[in-house]
């Protein structure tokens, strides 16, 4: 929470600047946005009914991808062929492409 201190607020925004848009560890991604557009893409739990925009975003994901953006803890599973979202309290977003 920004404390009203301008160099604490300049030393915050250094830190987010140096992060990395995308990270990729193994077979995990991390972004905020989306793996599409890491810094403001949105993927909701209603896109499950876009498809289009699903297996867009699956063709970029090597196996998991964590994303942030909507605060909206859940998983999201493609399997044979359909998508599935769980919603739960323990979850990040979380793309699986199998």
């Known amino acids: 929470m920004p404390d009203g201190n301008p160099a604490q607020m300049t030393k915050r925004w ?39 925009k699903l297996e867009r975003l699956f063709t970029l994901i090597d196996r998991y991808a964590f994303q942030g953006h909507t605060h909206v803890p859940a998983s999201l599973l493609k399997t044979a062929g359909s998508f599935h979202l769980t919603r739960s309290a323990a979850a990040t977003h979380c793309q699986v492409r199998s």
């Not at 995990?28 to 946005?33: A, D, E, I, K, S």
Request: no cysteine.
């Open 14 to 52: 250094q830190f987010l600047s140096e992060l990395p848009r995308t990270l990729r560890e193994g077979p995990f991604t991390f972004v905020h946005g989306s793996v599409r557009n890491p810094l403001s893409e949105y993927v909701f739990p209603e896109d499950t009914h876009n498809p289009k």
